[in-house]
C-alpha cells in the first residue's frame, strides 16, 4: 500500500489540553496537507506545509514537516470539544494532483 | 472559498442495480477531478482521476467496468455503480484541484451508498 501511518489511531483528551498527531509517508513528496473530517462528513483543509518547510502555524494548528524522516506532526493546541473529528494527512508529489492518504487519527476532546 | 457539491448525499439500492453519482464544481472548472471511497472507520482510498473530454485513469485493482466515471464537463463528473453488490456499499467522496498555485483540493461532502 502507498498509505502512510498515523498515530496513534485514537486519541482521547480534555478539553483544554494539547492533541499531537503524527504521519509518517513513504515517498519523495511536493506538499503535505493536514485535513479535518466530521464523522460521516466530507473534508475540511486545514494547513499544507511545503516540502521546503520545516514549520508552519495557523491559529491553534502548528504543523512540522521533517523530510529526513518522512514524517510529519500536527498539533492542536488549547483543544475544543468541536475538535472532536478524524485527522488526515495527505501528500502529494511533484507533478501529480492526487493526493494519498495517511490512515488517520480520530481525536476525541472530553469536556 | 469554492464548494464542490455532490449529489445525492446518500443512497440505498439493491443488489445488482446501477446507482449514479454527481460531483459539480459549483464556482470554478476543473479539467480533472478526483474520486475516493472511504470505508468505515477507515482512509480515503483514491479510485480514479476524472479527466474533462477523456477517459478516466483508474488506480490499480479499480474496474473500470464496474466504476464508470463521465467528466462530460468542466463542471461535472459522475461515477457510475454498476451491478452493485452489498460490498460496494461505502462512503464515495470526490475532490477537485484548486485553481493557480495552492495546491489545494475541495472535497465534496460525500455520498454515502448502501447495497442491500
Known amino acids: 500500500s502507498q498509505q502512510g501511518e498515523e498515530d496513534p489511531q485514537a486519541l482521547s483528551i480534555q478539553e483544554g489540553e494539547n492533541a499531537t498527531m503524527n504521519c509518517s509517508y513513504k515517498?519523495?513528496?511536493?506538499?503535505l496537507q493536514w485535513y479535518r473530517q466530521n464523522s460521516g462528513r466530507g473534508l475540511v483543509h486545514l494547513i499544507l506545509i511545503r516540502s521546503n518547510e520545516r514549520e508552519k502555524h495557523s491559529g491553534r494548528l502548528r504543523v512540522t514537516l521533517d523530510t529526513s524522516k518522512k514524517s510529519s506532526s500536527l498539533l492542536i493546541t488549547a483543544s475544543r470539544a468541536a475538535d472532536t473529528a478524524s485527522y488526515f494527512c495527505a501528500t502529494d508529489r511533484q507533478g501529480a494532483q492526487k493526493l494519498v492518504f495517511g490512515q488517520g487519527t480520530r481525536l476525541t476532546i472530553n469536556p | 472559498g469554492a464548494v464542490v457539491s455532490q449529489h445525492p448525499s446518500w443512497v440505498i439500492c439493491k443488489s445488482g442495480t446501477s446507482v449514479k453519482i454527481e460531483c459539480r464544481s459549483l464556482?470554478?472548472?476543473?479539467?480533472?477531478m478526483f474520486w475516493y471511497r472511504q470505508f468505515p472507520k477507515q482512509s480515503l482510498m483514491l479510485m480514479a482521476t476524472s479527466n474533462e473530454g477523456s477517459k478516466a485513469t483508474y488506480e490499480q485493482g479499480v474496474e473500470k467496468d464496474k466504476f464508470l466515471i463521465n467528466h462530460a464537463s468542466l463542471t461535472l463528473s459522475t461515477l457510475t455503480v454498476t451491478s452493485a453488490h452489498p460490498e460496494d456499499s461505502s462512503f464515495y467522496i470526490c475532490?477537485?484541484?484548486?485553481?493557480?498555485?495552492?495546491?489545494?483540493?475541495?472535497f465534496g461532502p460525500g455520498t454515502r451508498l448502501t447495497v442491500t
Open positions: 464556482d470554478f472548472q476543473a479539467t480533472t
Open positions: 475532490s477537485a484541484p484548486s485553481q493557480g498555485q495552492r495546491n489545494e483540493q475541495y
Open positions: 515517498t519523495s513528496i511536493n506538499n
